[in-house]
């Protein structure tokens, strides 16, 4: 569904990406995992268009996208969230689901939002002003259902779980799941905690410094010495 070959991203001269490759298949849950600074966002955003690469391809569905706007990728179906939760200021929970659609879908369908309202259990808030009347875990699964709004089939989700405690973690977890099932999706999360990963992903990728240096399962993943060390600075922790 989804490859990067040799993706490299500067900022001025700083290295933010260095010759990233991979593949993603078509209902794969991946688990994008790294120190902090490593290069996880950037990545997300250099694919969902935010940042343009200096070189390299992204493939989506075999269709080269690296120069496409936003609103192209969002409707060959590619969605994304943030990191920090970006409802749009004075639109209630509905609208900013409304002109999420229209932006990633190219129309709006009363009957999908609905859906989505119910499926991230936020039918109770539709009417309540977004930025300003819910709480973090709300604010979190508005996050997924505006991403969701676009009808995308490849999902990237930026931290989602951050700052969440454990039970609204592994509460968090089974509705990936569950929106992994009914919605055929395909997922890469960007997530620092190793159990969150081992639990939810069949796959990791590593990057440290830009540089990709770790894929595979997450158990061997977390075994392997140049990640161990990413994390501690020590091959021997």
Not at 43 to 56: A, E, H, K, W, Y
Not at 184 to 191: C, K, R, S, Y
Request: charged share 25%; proline share 3%.
């Amino acid at each position: 569904m989804l490859r990067l070959e040799d993706v490299t991203v500067r900022f001025g001269g700083l290295v933010a990406l260095k010759e990233v490759s991979f593949s993603l298949a078509a209902g794969e849950i991946l688990g994008l995992v790294g120190p902090n600074g490593a290069g996880k966002t950037t990545l997300f955003n250099t694919i969902s268009g935010l940042v343009r690469p200096r070189s390299g391809k992204i493939l989506f569905e075999e269709r080269e996208i690296g120069a496409m706007a936003l609103h192209a990728r969002a409707r060959l179906g590619l969605g994304r969230t943030f990191q920090i939760p970006q409802p749009m200021h004075h639109l209630t929970v509905r609208e900013n689901l409304t002109v999420a659609q229209v932006f990633g879908a190219g129309k709006s369908d009363p009957a999908r939002i609905d859906e989505i309202l119910q499926v991230m259990e936020l039918t109770d808030h539709a009417e309540r002003d977004a930025a300003t009347e819910l709480a973090l875990q709300e604010l979190k699964r508005l996050e997924i259902a505006k991403a969701l709004a676009t009808n995308p089939r490849l999902l990237l989700l930026d931290e989602v779980l951050a700052g969440l405690e454990s039970q609204a973690k592994r509460r968090f977890i089974a509705k990936l799941r569950e929106l992994h099932e009914r919605y055929g999706l395909t997922i890469v999360i960007v997530e620092h905690d190793i159990e969150t990963i081992s639990t939810l992903c069949s796959r990791a990728v590593v990057l440290n410094f830009g540089q990709m240096i770790a894929d595979g399962t997450p158990d061997e993943v977390f075994r392997n010495p140049a990640v161990v060390e990413s994390y501690t600075g020590t091959a021997d922790a």
